[in-house]
């Protein structure tokens, strides 16, 4: 695993979606998404996460 890399996966029911290098990114429900150069270029909206390590966990909106 590269040293920048970071892991998103998301644990809701719906898509989540967040910027990448200013571009759209699409992260289906219960999907897994690595980017290689870190969160440098990541825009990601509020919304309830866990991060551990270089895990990003993507959980369900906080009602």
Do not use: C, W
Request: hydrophobic content about 40%; charged content about 25%; cysteine-free.
């Amino acid at each position: 695993m590269a040293e920048n890399q970071i892991t998103i996966r998301s644990d809701r029911d719906t898509e989540y979606t967040f910027q990448y290098k200013g571009e759209d990114v699409t992260l289906k429900a219960g999907g897994i998404l690595s980017i290689a150069d870190g969160l440098e270029h990541v825009v990601l909206p509020t919304v309830a996460m866990k991060i551990i390590n270089n895990l990003i966990i993507i959980k369900q909106d906080v009602k």
